[in-house]
């Protein structure tokens, strides 16, 4: 792929010839007096009035080098969603690794939140159900790894709110990971020790104390 200019590089010049990309069709290679200049997104040429013949003074080159980084920014942001669900926050974090200025992703994510691609509040909601559902994740380790990700508190109070509303089903997901563990608890012989195990690996799954209190007295009855 032909590399981009750098802003020092650029001069004026007369547009010679436009000619789409093999390995993208969607792009296109701007040619300046003979030589070739920058590439961009197709969509620019309709936006700057690009023809053959055109004069493009420096500041205009920078204009349109500008807002292909914004194109390019949003394309390899969908092609990440399409990989796995993100916060706004991971999304914006991940984009920036690319060294795409910090100005065209904020603006590339807007684009993509506009069009409905991005919703930080129901990518907590379907978090917090999956985390529970398939992993039996309390609502204290589901809130740290959200926080981790960058959302919203508020989107988080309200996800952690809604699935975790059953405290019967937390109670269960809880007293399912002790027994699991019973085996290899049995063979602590000191009782003390046992709770105490059991208790720090409850905490970490992220489980409320109280229930944390009561399934130890379930699974450890005969201590």
């Known amino acids: 792929m032909m590399e981009e200019p750098a802003a020092k590089e650029l001069a004026p ?4 010839r436009l000619a789409r990309q093999k390995k993208d069709p969607y792009r296109v290679s701007l040619y300046l007096d003979g030589a070739f200049a920058f590439g961009m997104h197709q969509d620019l040429i309709l936006e700057f009035e690009i023809v053959k013949g055109i004069e493009l ?10 807002r292909d980084e914004v194109h390019r920014a949003r394309s390899r942001a969908i ?10 926050a991971e999304l914006r974090r991940r984009l920036l690794r690319y060294d795409y200025a910090e100005e065209s992703v904020d603006e590339a994510i807007e684009k993509i939140r506009e069009a409905g691609l991005i919703d930080d509040a129901a990518f907590a909601r379907d978090y917090a159900h999956a985390r529970f559902a398939n992993k039996g994740y309390g609502p204290a380790r589901v809130r740290s790894e959200l926080i981790a990700r960058g959302v919203p508190r508020s989107a988080i109070d309200q996800a952690i709110d809604e699935a975790f509303s059953d ?17 290899s608890l049995q063979r602590e012989a000191d009782p003390l020790k046992r709770r105490k195990k059991l208790f720090d690996a409850l905490r970490r ?19």
């Open 13 to 16: 010049g007369r547009v010679t």
């Open 57 to 66: 003074d420096v500041e205009t080159q920078r204009r349109i080098i500008r």
């Open 79 to 88: 092609g990440l969603l399409a990989y796995r669900a993100r916060s706004s």
């Open 167 to 183: 405290h019967e089903a937390i109670a269960e997901a809880a007293l399912a990971f002790a027994q699991k563990r019973q085996p």
């Open 205 to 223: 799954r992220g489980f409320p104390t109280d229930v944390i209190g009561k399934v130890i007295a379930e699974t450890l009855s005969d201590d």
